[in-house]
């Protein structure tokens, strides 16, 4: 996968035409086609809806590795929070969509971390690992040489069927994020981070109020309509 630079000289990642961009980890190519009817319900289902919708066919036209990365470019043609010379982490960056996409925007410096492993994205520094282990913030911080302008966090606790247990497995990684991102972010940051709609978020919202001069709340398009996801948007970190 290369990056081409547009008549604006805006970058713009292009994959070989030979390629087929992996879609939320998994590939769409005539394989999947073929084994379709040897699949079960649930995953023909997945199939099914990943044929029809169109962030998957834009996503891999234009070379990102996920639909997911067309979350973040919503976030940002609504929000601004991506920053040309921007210094980001982005926690749980598999399988690297959001990365391409900050990348693209002009970030200067960019880490991420997450437990599967991710193909290098540009010159970002990726770790395997979790963010919660001893030293990791540290490489981190080291990789990107100072405090980040911008904490990303699209991490996610695998679905259990279970609505509320997924919830409150999904906040509970968003308020590990935001303590990363308080203790963190240079002063004026931001962070954005999923969330899923419930009411067990009193706790992360009472936090980032206290530290950021706004919070938002906003479900991009690109997110399915079905899916339970938002994502929080708080800017004007007040510094520590």
């Given at each position: 996968?290369?990056v081409?630079e547009d008549s604006?000289?805006r970058?713009?990642?292009k994959?070989?035409k030979?390629?087929?961009a992996?879609?939320?980890?998994r590939?769409?190519?005539?394989?999947?086609k073929?084994?379709k009817k040897t699949?079960?319900?649930?995953?023909?289902?997945?199939?099914?809806r990943?044929?029809r919708d169109?962030?998957?066919r834009?996503a891999q036209?234009a070379?990102y590795r996920?639909?997911a990365?067309?979350?973040?470019i919503?976030?940002?043609?609504?929000?601004?929070?991506?920053?040309?010379?921007?210094?980001?982490i982005?926690?749980?960056?598999?399988p690297?969509?959001?990365?391409?996409v900050?990348?693209e925007?002009g970030?200067?410096r960019i880490?991420?971390?997450d437990?599967l492993?991710?193909?290098?994205?540009?010159?970002?520094r990726?770790?395997?690992?979790d963010?919660t282990?001893?030293?990791?913030?540290?490489k981190l911080?080291?990789?990107?040489?100072?405090?980040?302008t911008?904490?990303?966090s699209d991490m996610a606790?695998n679905t259990s069927?279970h609505k509320?247990?997924?919830h409150?497995r999904?906040?509970?990684?968003?308020?590990?994020a935001?303590?990363?991102?308080?203790d963190n972010?240079?002063?004026?940051g931001t962070?954005?981070?999923?969330v899923f709609?419930?009411?067990?978020?009193g706790?992360?919202?009472e936090t980032?109020?206290?530290?950021?001069?706004?919070?938002?709340h906003?479900k991009?398009?690109?997110?399915?309509?079905e899916?339970?996801e938002t994502f929080?948007?708080a800017?004007?970190?007040?510094?520590?």
């Open positions: 996968m290369t081409e604006k000289g970058r713009r990642w994959a070989p030979d390629a087929r992996p879609i939320d980890g590939t769409m190519g005539k394989k999947e073929v084994r699949l079960g319900k649930s995953s023909r289902n997945w199939v099914d990943q044929l169109p962030y998957v834009r036209e070379g996920a639909r990365a067309y979350k973040l919503e976030i940002d043609e609504k929000f601004h929070v991506l920053k040309k010379g921007a210094r980001i982005d926690l749980g960056c598999a690297g969509g959001w990365l391409q900050a990348f925007k970030a200067a880490a991420g971390v437990l492993p991710v193909d290098p994205v540009g010159e970002a990726i770790f395997l690992g963010i282990e001893k030293g990791m913030e540290q911080i080291a990789a990107l040489g100072d405090s980040p911008l904490v990303l606790a069927g509320q247990t997924d409150i999904t906040v509970g990684l968003a308020e590990i935001a303590q990363f991102a308080i972010l240079a002063k004026g962070f954005v981070a999923k709609q419930g009411g067990a978020q706790t992360l919202l980032l109020k206290a530290n950021f001069a706004d919070v938002r906003w991009p398009p690109a997110s399915r309509p899916s339970p929080v948007i800017t004007g970190f007040k510094g520590r």
